[in-house]
């Protein structure tokens, strides 16, 4: 196993961030939290954005999701769920089912890995795209 990760001082743009992130349920990208931060912290880079919420996740302190291929997502939420993405505009949601534990014994059994873990993506069509349905283009 790898060694914790050691705690970082929570400085006045990583406690704003977080707060803007804790905010919302849209796993927002690094970019839509920058538009977010920025309101607060107009002098704030996209950069700073970026490597402060790596710097996070990297702590735990906030998750990265990386989904489907798209741009990297960042969640307040740490502890375990799922996740939805649309396959249209692909907005990325909580799930709100419980958590299969079972799946990583499963998984070890049929496998020669070590299991940590696992990450489940479910995908279908949002609300707001079904009522669009004729303008429906799958990502």
Same mark, same amino acid.
């Given at each position: 196993m790898n060694a914790p990760t050691p705690m970082i001082r929570l400085t006045t743009q990583r406690q704003i961030i977080l707060e803007e992130l804790s905010k919302v &349920? $849209?796993?927002?990208?690094?970019?839509?939290?920058?538009?977010?931060?920025? &309101?607060?912290?107009?002098?704030?880079?996209?950069? $700073?954005?970026?490597?402060?919420?790596?710097?996070?996740?990297?702590?735990?302190?906030?998750?990265?999701?990386?989904?489907?291929? $798209?741009? &990297?997502?960042?969640?307040?939420? $740490?502890?375990?769920?799922?996740?939805?993405? +649309?396959? +249209? +505009?692909? &907005?990325?949601?909580?799930?709100?089912?419980?958590?299969?534990?079972?799946?990583?014994?499963t998984a070890a059994k049929n496998s020669s890995y070590q299991i940590f873990g696992h990450h489940i993506e479910f995908t279908g069509i949002c609300s707001e795209c079904q009522k669009n349905e004729g303008n429906i283009t799958i990502q």
């Amino acid at each position: 196993m790898n060694a914790p990760t050691p705690m970082i001082r929570l400085t006045t743009q990583r406690q704003i961030i977080l707060e803007e992130l804790s905010k919302v &349920k $849209t796993h927002p990208t690094a970019s839509e939290v920058y538009d977010m931060v920025r &309101k607060r912290l107009p002098r704030i880079g996209l950069g $700073t954005v970026y490597r402060n919420l790596e710097l996070m996740a990297e702590n735990g302190m906030i998750a990265k999701l990386e989904v489907g291929g $798209t741009q &990297k997502r960042f969640d307040a939420t $740490t502890e375990s769920h799922y996740h939805i993405r +649309c396959s +249209c +505009c692909g &907005k990325v949601e909580d799930i709100d089912i419980p958590i299969i534990d079972s799946l990583v014994g499963t998984a070890a059994k049929n496998s020669s890995y070590q299991i940590f873990g696992h990450h489940i993506e479910f995908t279908g069509i949002c609300s707001e795209c079904q009522k669009n349905e004729g303008n429906i283009t799958i990502q």
